[in-house]
DNA sequence: AAAACAATTCCATAGAATTGGAAGTATGAA
DNA sequence: TTCATACTTCCAATTCTATGGAATTGTTTT
């Protein structure tokens, strides 16, 4: 995963309302809630509702099917996965390899001479 | 970690950035990065870069220790930690399910012409 | 003390995200 | 066909976020 793909999935998670859906997306699997499902445990209005379905849809973490006139959202667990590499990997890995020839040595800083 | 604290920190690495300092300052290690090293290595104007370090610090992602006139910020790994296992308990449990080719997007209602 | 330096806060502005009522589209049932 | 249901898009109001120049705070040097 890159980095304008982590920003875009990252911003998705990061609302209250979009993640309370993506975590019941989760547990519920494969199978999926319509947005009538959503409403009914959320209790948000439906064009916010839909709105929001829209965001995660955009950061490829949730995709949706039909049935009839029913759509059903899904977790996608493989995007979420790449995320959570990507954090992993770049955010959470103080690599062994010092800083290339790009860094700037840090001044020492000098207390007060006494 | 609790959803509030979740939402926070995704939304403090939810932008391109504070993504990159971070990122740096991961890779750096306790050490850290003073602002002025940061300016540098970015580019970014010091009062957007105050911005961003303060967002980074309200979701208690960085921390920061003064020495003399320098501040230096370094990353919280404990954190970090915390909220990628909150991403993985909470939001890619059910990782054994697959749900990759049945998601696809739902089709899009097109505006008739008046 | 004054100057220099590191970094911050102030603040105005621009832009993006969120919200939900009203109106539209899609599908199946009567 | 017409109706009801499921869901979406439209749109405007509001609220959050991001940006960077100017002013300010804290610290060290001269």
């Not at 890159?2 to 019941?24: H, N, T, W």
């Not at 009538?36 to 929001?52: M, Q, V």
């Not at 992993?88 to 800083?99: A, F, G, H, V």
């Not at 290339?100 to 840090?106: F, K, L």
């Amino acid at each position: 995963m890159k980095s304008d793909d982590a920003v875009l999935a990252l911003g998705a998670l990061a609302q209250e309302s979009r993640l309370a859906v993506f975590r019941l997306l989760v547990k519920r699997g494969p199978e999926g809630y319509s947005p009538g499902d959503l409403i009914e445990k959320l209790g948000i209005p439906a064009p916010t509702l839909s709105f929001h379905l829209r965001e995660l849809q955009r950061a490829k973490l949730i995709g949706a099917r039909r049935e009839g006139r029913f759509l059903y959202y899904s977790a996608n667990f493989d995007r979420m996965r790449g995320l959570i590499d990507f954090l992993t990997e770049k955010c959470c890995s103080l690599s062994d390899t010092e800083c290339d020839s790009a860094c700037v040595p840090i001044p020492v800083a000098r207390r007060r001479r006494a």
